[in-house]
């Protein structure tokens, strides 16, 4: 299991961004834009993996 597995992640449309926007709910302080759900949803993750470190 990688470290940022234990979290809830959330992939919602931003209209003001006319994008995809990656959500972790324990640190809502950080996002990610994307173009798909699925690359908004890669881009959190690495966010995250990247504070953690």
């Not at 979290?7 to 961004?17: A, F, G, I, N, P």
Request: a negative charge; charged letters at 25%; one cysteine or more.
């Amino acid at each position: 299991m990688l470290e940022n597995d234990r979290y809830t992640y959330r992939v919602t449309w931003s209209e003001e961004d006319d994008e995809y926007v990656g959500l972790c709910v324990e640190f809502p302080s950080l996002s990610w834009l994307a173009s798909t759900p699925e690359t908004a949803l890669e881009g959190i993750r690495q966010v995250l993996t990247s504070s953690l470190i």
